[in-house]
């Protein structure tokens, strides 16, 4: 997956050569083939990601994808009812925690 601004791929961002086996499985294999696969579409798979470092409590990596689920089509509202909806099952702290990360990336803020 390509920056837009810097021809830099996500993974190249993160870590740029100084982990250039996890750039290149992040780059390849996660966002050229796996995003890639027909059976589930772009927004699909967003979701389901959001649903997934919701429940585990990924916040670092929740900023960026919440991003990007807009980028594939999710609407702010539902990222909102979804996590709603996750922090019953997941744990209250887990949903108040993706609740605030979305405030700040819809407010710019990450």
Same mark, same amino acid.
Do not use: C
């Given at each position: 997956?390509?920056?837009?601004?810097?021809?830099?791929?996500?993974?190249?961002?993160?870590?740029?050569?100084?982990?250039?086996?996890?750039?290149?499985?992040? *780059?390849?294999?996660?966002?050229?083939?796996?995003?890639?696969?027909? *059976?589930?579409?772009?927004?699909?798979?967003?979701?389901?990601?959001?649903?997934?470092?919701?429940?585990?409590?990924?916040? *670092?990596?929740?900023?960026?994808?919440? *991003?990007?689920?807009?980028?594939?089509?999710?609407?702010?509202?539902?990222?909102?009812?979804?996590?709603?909806?996750?922090?019953?099952?997941? +744990?209250?702290?887990?949903?108040?925690?993706?609740?605030?990360?979305?405030?700040?990336?819809?407010? +710019?803020?990450?």
């Amino acid at each position: 997956m390509t920056h837009e601004n810097t021809g830099w791929t996500g993974g190249q961002r993160a870590f740029g050569d100084f982990a250039p086996a996890l750039v290149h499985y992040t *780059d390849k294999v996660l966002f050229d083939e796996v995003w890639e696969r027909r *059976d589930l579409s772009k927004r699909d798979r967003s979701l389901v990601t959001v649903a997934a470092l919701t429940a585990l409590g990924k916040s *670092d990596q929740l900023r960026f994808h919440l *991003d990007f689920a807009r980028q594939n089509g999710v609407t702010e509202e539902e990222l909102k009812e979804a996590i709603l909806q996750l922090a019953f099952y997941t +744990g209250w702290p887990n949903g108040m925690a993706a609740m605030t990360v979305l405030k700040k990336v819809s407010a +710019g803020e990450e």
